[in-house]
């Protein structure tokens, strides 16, 4: 089964002659969600449909998410639906939240046999911990499929994909986990074995009031003048990576476009906004070791202040 990529968008189109109109009917996830008519210009009528669909995505920290979408296409001989109208064979397609780059082109998809969908700058290498299990992705016969990665394991098989595990020894820092979901649409682990810094920012709004009391002609001078409400502070965190091979620019890069990113503190998995907004990607040749700091903020208050 064909996937569709939700993060950039998908055409359908419909080119049958002799057709003034035509109309799709859209289900997500079993559900008729959208019917939507349109007239054909030079008996072409287009349809964008990714962005419909991916109002319908729900991450998941652990699992890949997809989502199954359904459509049917109607064309009429007269504009705006009249005439004659003729149903096409319903076709189904797969949504993965991930997205092509401008250079591709339109509508691309991902390989449905051995595609790698773990990013990895195409070196098939990745880092863990010593001691540490981990996961990497691969489309097999269309499905994206897990493959666990034992905590001694310095390889492992993914479909045909055999990715090489390098173990990296942090005596001095508790490494940070971080998960994303990668260009591909799956979830991916990337540890930060550095230094790691934590800080608080606060922002809060404020007005003066009248303390004066006229029944006594005095004021308090414990009482706050000036008087502070809507309080909230955010936790950000300073990131930093072990040495990597130049490749990996192109996985630090996915994780600055990716919209859902969690790190995990203790046994708690922290929904983060990336607050590093641009990267200068490093070389060998440039900067002989290659190493990048990232800074990433919860996506939710300190205080539970959710309504």
Same mark, same amino acid.
């Given at each position: 089964?064909?996937? =569709?990529?939700?993060?950039?968008?998908?055409?359908?189109?419909?080119?049958?002659?002799?057709?003034?109109?035509?109309? =799709?009917?859209?289900?997500?996830?079993?559900?008729?969600?959208?019917? /939507?008519?349109?007239?054909?210009?030079?008996?072409?009528?287009?349809?964008?449909?990714?962005?419909? &669909?991916?109002?319908?995505?729900?991450?998941?920290?652990?699992?890949? *998410?997809?989502?199954?979408? %359904?459509? &049917?296409?109607?064309?009429?001989?007269?504009?705006?639906?009249?005439?004659?109208?003729?149903?096409? %064979?319903?076709?189904?397609?797969?949504?993965?939240?991930?997205?092509?780059?401008?250079?591709?082109?339109?509508?691309?998809?991902?390989?449905?046999?051995d595609a790698?969908?773990?990013?990895?700058?195409?070196?098939d290498k990745?880092?863990?911990?010593?001691?540490?299990?981990?996961?990497?992705?691969?489309?097999?016969?269309?499905?994206?499929?897990?493959?666990?990665?034992?905590?001694?394991?310095?390889?492992?098989?993914?479909?045909? /994909?055999?990715y090489a595990?390098?173990? /990296?020894?942090?005596?001095? +820092?508790?490494?940070?986990?971080?998960? !994303?979901?990668?260009?591909?649409?799956?979830?991916?682990?990337?540890?930060?074995?550095?230094?790691?810094?934590? %800080?608080?920012?606060?922002?809060?709004?404020? !007005?003066?009031?009248?303390? !004066?009391? +006229?029944?006594?002609?005095?004021?308090?001078?414990?009482?706050?003048?000036?008087?502070? !409400?809507?309080?909230?502070?955010?936790?950000?965190?300073?990131?930093?990576? *072990?040495?990597?091979?130049?490749?990996?620019?192109?996985?630090?890069?996915?994780?600055?476009?990716?919209? +859902?990113?969690? /790190?995990?503190?203790?046994?708690?998995?922290?929904? &983060?906004? &990336?607050?590093?907004?641009?990267?200068?990607?490093?070389? %060998?040749?440039?900067?002989?070791?290659?190493?990048?700091?990232?800074?990433?903020?919860?996506?939710?208050?300190?205080?539970?202040?959710?309504?």
């Amino acid at each position: 089964m064909a996937n =569709i990529l939700l993060r950039s968008p998908h055409f359908v189109t419909v080119t049958t002659a002799g057709h003034l109109s035509a109309q =799709i009917a859209l289900t997500i996830d079993g559900t008729l969600r959208y019917t /939507i008519l349109k007239n054909a210009t030079s008996n072409r009528t287009v349809f964008e449909i990714s962005t419909l &669909v991916k109002d319908y995505f729900v991450p998941n920290y652990n699992v890949v *998410d997809t989502v199954a979408i %359904s459509y &049917v296409i109607t064309t009429f001989t007269l504009v705006d639906g009249g005439g004659t109208g003729t149903a096409q %064979s319903a076709v189904t397609r797969t949504g993965l939240y991930a997205y092509s780059e401008f250079w591709d082109g339109v509508n691309q998809e991902i390989d449905p046999d051995d595609a790698a969908l773990t990013n990895t700058g195409n070196t098939d290498k990745i880092y863990l911990p010593e001691n540490t299990a981990g996961f990497v992705y691969a489309m097999d016969s269309g499905t994206p499929t897990k493959y666990t990665v034992s905590t001694t394991a310095t390889s492992v098989n993914a479909s045909t /994909i055999t990715y090489a595990i390098e173990r /990296i020894c942090s005596a001095k +820092y508790t490494p940070i986990q971080m998960r !994303f979901i990668n260009k591909f649409g799956v979830p991916q682990d990337q540890y930060f074995f550095l230094k790691s810094v934590e %800080s608080v920012n606060t922002k809060s709004e404020t !007005f003066k009031r009248n303390i !004066f009391n +006229y029944s006594s002609s005095n004021y308090d001078t414990k009482s706050h003048q000036t008087l502070t !409400f809507n309080k909230t502070g955010k936790k950000r965190f300073t990131l930093n990576t *072990d040495y990597l091979v130049e490749a990996y620019n192109a996985v630090i890069e996915d994780i600055l476009l990716s919209e +859902y990113v969690w /790190i995990l503190l203790g046994s708690t998995p922290h929904p &983060v906004t &990336v607050t590093t907004s641009s990267l200068t990607k490093k070389t %060998s040749l440039n900067d002989r070791l290659i190493q990048y700091t990232l800074e990433v903020e919860d996506a939710n208050d300190i205080i539970n202040n959710i309504v």
